[in-house]
């Protein structure tokens, strides 16, 4: 594997695709080769069928089957190439929302994620941390979709989630202060990466 493998979480509102971009086009203007890419819809668009009255397995299994095509069509070819592929939200997003939002068991989760992803995690993840009341103030500029519509209490739980999952990985995971800039996280981003580039 010669690329890298850079993602991006948080809640809705977080600011995560700006970050993205800005990301990769950073990287593009040191003369790196860079794949942008996100999920839900990086390997199927599963948007369409994440609507109406799901259960929280059939999301998981919908953003599941995004992954395994993703993963294999998309992040492991590029990496191949040595490229660095900067994805806006990955795996960390099902355990955040399906796991610590919706409440399906963990262990559940990850199996069916080791064998989706390949066992592919990212080098460098950054969380871009939010309280869930700016999320949704944020957010209720924008139209709503179904996550969106469950409210500060599911936002909580999806937002300790990410913290927790950034505690229990502290070698991956970056956490950003998101209520500060564009410019200012975009800066912390940078600074974290130095390592990682040639
Ligand atoms: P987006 O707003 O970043 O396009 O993401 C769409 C929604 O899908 C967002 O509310 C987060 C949610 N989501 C999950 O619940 N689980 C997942 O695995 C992914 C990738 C997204």
């Known amino acids: 594997m010669k690329g890298v493998f850079l993602t991006l979480e948080g809640l809705d509102g977080s600011g995560k695709s700006t970050q993205a971009r800005l990301l990769a086009r950073f990287l593009e203007e040191r003369g790196l080769k860079v794949r942008l890419t996100r999920e839900p819809g990086g390997g199927i668009e599963v948007r369409s069928l994440l609507r109406g009255d799901l259960s929280p397995e059939a999301e998981y299994l919908l953003f599941s089957a995004d992954r395994a095509e993703h993963v294999r069509k998309v992040i492991l070819p590029a990496l191949e190439e040595g490229a660095f592929v900067v994805s806006d939200r990955y795996l960390d997003s099902s355990l955040a929302y399906q796991g ?26 950054f969380l871009l941390d939010l309280p869930p009341e700016e999320a949704l103030r944020r957010i209720g500029k924008r139209a ?7 409210g500060l209490a599911f936002f909580r739980r999806v937002r300790e989630g990410y913290l927790h999952l950034a505690r229990l990985e502290p070698g991956r995971f970056v956490v950003l202060d998101a209520t ?15 390592a990682l580039l040639p």
């Open 100 to 125: 610590y939002g919706r409440g399906l068991p963990l262990p559940w989760l990850e199996e069916v994620a080791e064998r989706v992803t390949l066992g592919l995690r990212p080098h460098l993840t």
């Open 144 to 150: 709503k979709d179904r996550f969106e519509e469950e």
């Open 180 to 194: 500060r800039s564009v410019g200012e996280v975009q800066g912390e981003i940078r600074t974290h990466l130095k």
